[in-house]
């Protein structure tokens, strides 16, 4: 059975640094993409970044761009999420997403993604 279980979220000031872990079980086959996304009780889930296994290749949104980094242990079946530079408006519950085969449209929507980890939350205030 599929398990993705995501750790590292907690409070952080504005401007400080938190990494988000998730670990990845019961996965009998490769998987195209990992993707991280956030979503607060106002608004819709957000695609923050992902990452395609095949390439390594790396995608992020607008913005978050040059603030975050997803990367993956193979070893550990480990995806990261290091977040620096933390602003208030990052305040959200973070998921990790899995998507078995490659994406119809685009990496960001949900609907693409086939298994969830139930989040960790990350709060930024000061």
């Known amino acids: 059975q599929v398990h993705l279980v995501e750790s590292g979220g907690g409070l952080v000031q504005p401007g400080g640094s938190l990494r988000l872990s998730c670990v990845a079980s019961?996965?009998?086959?490769?998987?195209?993409?990992v993707g991280w996304f956030r979503q607060t009780p106002w608004s819709e889930r957000e695609g923050v970044c992902s990452?395609?296994?095949?390439?390594?290749?790396?995608y992020y949104a607008d913005s978050v761009e040059g603030r975050f980094t997803i990367s993956r242990d193979n070893a550990k079946n480990t995806v990261y999420l290091q977040m620096d530079s933390l602003k208030p408006d990052d305040t959200a519950m973070y998921y990790c997403?899995?998507?078995?085969?490659?994406?119809?449209?685009?990496?960001?929507?949900?609907?693409?993604?086939?298994?969830w980890g139930r989040g960790t939350q990350v709060t930024v205030s000061s």
């Open positions: 019961g996965f009998t086959s490769e998987y195209y993409a």
């Open positions: 997403a899995i998507m078995m085969t490659r994406w119809h449209s685009d990496w960001r929507p949900s609907y693409e993604y086939d298994y």
């Open positions: 990452l395609t296994t095949s390439d390594g290749r790396t």
